[in-house]
């Protein structure tokens, strides 16, 4: 097992106290509930978000679960393991953010199946055998990334779009929703390419696209971390300030920081769902019903409403609110 270290010293008050399986309900005089949440990547940046605040919001019912946070460092043969470590533990509940679809889809529906109650986050798998899928839908946030890229080029321009994995339900929908969004305007994709969600891959691609293309208006990145890399690359070769950088996340100490910064010129809010995942593995614990899916809300987050954003979410506003970049 492996977990990510900014969040050890909150885990060792949640590793498990009592040995072997069973249902019986947590609460004073009980052994506590067994949560195992198996996460894809905690490297990536909002992953390790939802790691926070999926184990924040644990710690306020310290009384009640235990949480077995695993990490598959991006790579779902070591996932499908963790999935049946987990179980051989005794979980009384599965929480997963599966890193693909297709190879996750086998070992969680033979947890559901086995009746223990499995809560996916973010990812959807290619059959709902889960009690619960937690997540905000993909398709319309890259529609409203697309339909913002119109306004920003006036309806016509090129377009790099650096992507995530394609093998994954929020890769081909950030794109499919992308697709949408410009219809009908003369926006033209000139290059796209999958970057892993990582900064650095970004950073390649976007080094390839400058190379051949002399005239780029926007840069689509599927997540904050790919467009910062892009963005970075652009600086390199003295090109940023021809073009546009819209992300998709929105952490307050990256997205919305970048765009305060004048780095980014929109990201959207991706909520990390690992609160919620916790209210809702307590209420199926509980006994309660619970809706099959759970679709939080987005929204675009550009200058004028980013510190208003920080204030919602509680997250701390930088002093002086914006700081202008010159184009």
């Not at 894809?40 to 009640?64: Q, V």
């Not at 509940?93 to 070992?107: F, G, W, Y």
């Not at 652009?234 to 021809?242: F, I």
């Not at 916790?278 to 004028?304: C, F, N, W, Y």
Request: net charge neutral.
């Amino acid at each position: 097992m492996r977990i990510f270290p900014a969040f050890l010293s909150l885990l060792l008050l949640l590793l498990p106290v009592a040995c072997g399986g069973g249902k019986a309900g947590g609460g004073k005089g009980k052994r506590k509930w067994i949560i195992g949440f198996s996460q894809c990547n905690n490297a990536e940046p909002w992953r390790a978000a939802m790691n926070k605040a999926l184990l924040a919001e644990a710690a306020r019912h310290a009384d009640e679960i235990e949480v077995i946070l695993v990490d598959a460092q991006n790579d779902s043969a070591k996932q499908r393991s963790d999935v049946e470590n987990l179980v051989t533990r005794g979980i009384d509940l599965l929480i997963i953010s599966p890193k693909e679809a297709t190879p996750l889809t086998r070992p969680v529906k033979k947890v559901f199946e086995s009746g223990t109650p499995v809560i996916v986050l973010d990812r959807d798998i290619d059959e709902p055998a889960y009690t619960c899928f937690i997540g905000a839908p993909n398709e319309p946030i890259g529609e409203m990334a697309g339909k913002y890229a119109v306004e920003l080029l006036g309806g016509k321009g090129n377009v790099v779009e650096i992507m995530g994995l394609q093998s994954t339900p929020p890769g081909r929908e950030r794109h499919e929703g992308f697709l949408k969004g410009i219809a009908g305007s003369r926006l033209k994709i000139i290059y796209s390419q999958d970057a892993a969600w990582l900064r650095e891959e970004g950073m390649k691609v976007m080094e390839n696209a400058l190379q051949a293309f002399p005239k780029i208006d926007l840069v689509y990145a599927h997540n904050d971390p790919m467009a910062l890399g892009a963005r970075r690359a652009a600086e390199a070769a003295g090109r940023a300030a021809e073009m546009k950088f819209i992300g998709i996340d929105g952490l307050p100490d990256e997205g919305v920081k970048a765009v305060l910064e004048g780095k980014l010129d929109a990201t959207f809010w991706y909520p990390t769902c690992g609160k919620e995942a916790v209210q809702t593995a307590l209420k199926i614990l509980h006994g309660e019903k619970v809706p099959k899916r759970i679709d939080l809300k987005s929204m675009r987050i550009t200058r004028e409403n980013a510190v208003q954003f920080l204030e919602m979410v509680g997250a701390s506003v930088p002093e002086g609110g914006t700081k202008k970049e010159e184009r």
